[in-house]
Structures are given as C-alpha cells and as structure tokens.
C-alpha cells in the first residue's frame, strides 16, 4: 500500500512508498481506511528534518497526525464498518507520569509520550492504518469532507477548555475574546469562540485572501492593525502566531482578570527589547492569568467532535484550501501563499 515517509532528521527526505507493509495487527484492532490526511506547520518541520523520529527499528517515518478514515473491521465492536473515525495523535508515556496515568496525556509530565506521524508511532498518511478503540473519535457521517479539521479542533478544544477551567477561579462574566493568528488553528478558535456567543475579534497581518471573509462569516471582526493599535480591551486571548512581539503586546492588552492562552509556538532566537517589571506590574495589578496549551485528550477530541458537528459545514469547508490526491503529495506538502489548510486526498 502506499504510505508517505520522511527519514527523521535528514531534510527533504519525503517521498511516497509504494510497497508500505499492511499495518502491524499490534498497532490496534480497528483497521481503518484513509480517506484523508491534514497538514501543518509540524510536517513541513519534520520535512525540513527539524522534528521528528522513527518507530524503534524503523528507519523511515509514516508522516501525518491529522486523520480522517473509515472503519474497515473492528473485532471489539466499538466501532462497525463504515464509521466515519480520526486518530488521537498522542498516545501515554510507558512509565506513566501521574497525568498519563490520568488519561491527560496532553498534560504528560515527562515527555516520553509517543505521537502518530511525529513521534516513534507511523502516522495517518497511508492507505490503511490502525489503532486501539479508546483512541479512534467518532466522528458525525455529515462530516466526511471536513473531518480531517478534528485534530486540530481538538487542540483548540483544550484550549477553551483551560480558559473556563482557570476563568472559574472567581467570578468570570467573559464578553470580549482576541484571537491573534488567522491560520486553521486561530480560526477555530475563533469558532469556538463564537459558539460560545462571544463578542470576537481576530487580528491577523494578511489583507488579501479568504481569513477576512472567513471571520466575518463567524460574525467576529477581522483586525490588520497592530495589537497596540486595536480598540478592544479582551477578556481572553488565545495566542496562536507565536511572534515575539505579539505574544508580549497581548499579555499587556488583556483586560482585568483577563486570560491569555498561548497556543502559537515561536521558533526562538530572536531578541527584543522589553519591560518585564512592568508586564509583572500588570499581570499583578489585574490579576491575569498567562498559560501555555498544547495539544489535547479524549475528553477534549470527543468536545471537538461535538464542535465540528454543530459549526456550518460550508464555513469548514472553506478552510479546506487545496486538495490534493496522494499521488501529488510533493505539491500537498509545499506551502503555498495563500493556504489555510491543506488536504492530502486517499480516497480516489
Ligand atoms: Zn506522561
């Protein structure tokens, strides 16, 4: 069967093998057939050999670790034939740390925990994988042509689901939430925001392209001026650039008791001049709260099923920049300007 590979740590090493071994019946009981495979800033890392490891043994990686397939046979009876399923990404460290050992690998403590596609586990990107019931999602049938949008829903399901959790330290009325960052993780977070009827804005740099016709489809506002230049006082953040300066100027733009939530992740390296005692003043003063999230659990993939199901199937759709058959993965896997999300198409 055909699967796309990388050889971890050596750049552009991807291509797709035509003669992948079917998957190993001990990666999990439900066989799955791909229909298809999302793609994000992490493939492109572990393309450019930054990121990445093989399964032990194994010298190449099966890549992929957003999934979208249809249940072929499940002994257990979890799932029939013919449902619609994605792969929860991260499966427990093998010690395990007190939160795996809770079913919170997202929260692992000791960064052994494995990951399809990414780390020591093949990833989604072949024409059949497996995995264990408890970590196959079910997805709504209506969602066949967006599901692949699951993983990262799920990612900013957590999210959403920290901000209430550390928002209910006190009395917490929240109104105004800012989303900086229009890329597939801003605008859904953007979406959750809004099926939670806040007020949204979303400030992205791009001018031209879909995200600002996007957001105004959520009923949010759309923002190209600087965090310092925008007239809005948040009661929540969610940071998903990852630039220096926007990470910084977002912790002082919070209202009081506001909450920022870090989702972008910056590459580092780069310095800039800054006032920490009086970011600590105002983190102090207003009682704010800056935390860092990453991916999500179950709990958090079965919020995000719910999400995608109740959002319109058209706004998800057109998130869904390209799509490409498999055959065409070098030009899937090439970013291009004015991408939003890119699918790698199985089914064909
Ligand atoms: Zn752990």
Sequence with gaps: MRAVTVEPGVANSL?????????????????VEALSVGICGTDHEIIAGLYGEAPPGADRLVIGH??????????????????????????????????????EWDMCRNGLFTEHGIKALAGFARDRWRI???????????????????????VVAKAWDHIERIGHRAEWQPQTVLVTGAGPIGLLAALLATQRGFTVHVLDRTTGGPKAELVAALGATYHTVSVN????????????????????????????????????????????NFDAGALNRELVLENNV?????????????????????????????????????ERYAEAYTAGPDDIKVVLDFAS
């Excluded at 990470?247 to 870090?262: E, F, Q, R, S, W």
């Excluded at 999500?296 to 920049?321: G, M, P, V």
């Design 15 to 31: 291509s797709l093998i035509q003669d992948q071994p079917e998957p190993a019946p001990e990666e999990g009981a439900v066989l």
């Design 132 to 154: 264990q019931p408890h970590f196959a999602v079910k997805l709504d049938p209506a969602l066949s042509s967006v599901g692949v949008l699951l993983e990262p829903t799920s």
């Design 229 to 272: 230049d925008l007239q809005v006082e948040p009661d929540v953040v969610v940071e998903c650039t990852g630039a220096p300066t926007v990470v910084l100027d977002v912790m002082c733009k919070a209202a009081p008791t506001g909450i920022v939530c870090l989702a972008g992740v910056s590459s580092g390296g780069r310095r800039i």
């Design 66 to 103: 957003e999934s979208l397939g249809r249940v072929l046979e499940d002994p257990t009876g979890t799932l029939q034939p013919g449902d619609l399923v994605a792969g929860i990404v991260r499966h427990p460290d093998p010690v395990p740390c007190s939160n795996c050992a809770a079913g």
């Design 290 to 326: 800056v935390f860092g999230s990453v991916n999500a659990n179950r709990r958090h993939w079965d919020l995000a099923a719910q999400a995608l199901a109740q959002a319109d199937q058209n706004w998800l759709s057109s998130l869904i920049t390209r799509r490409m058959p498999v």
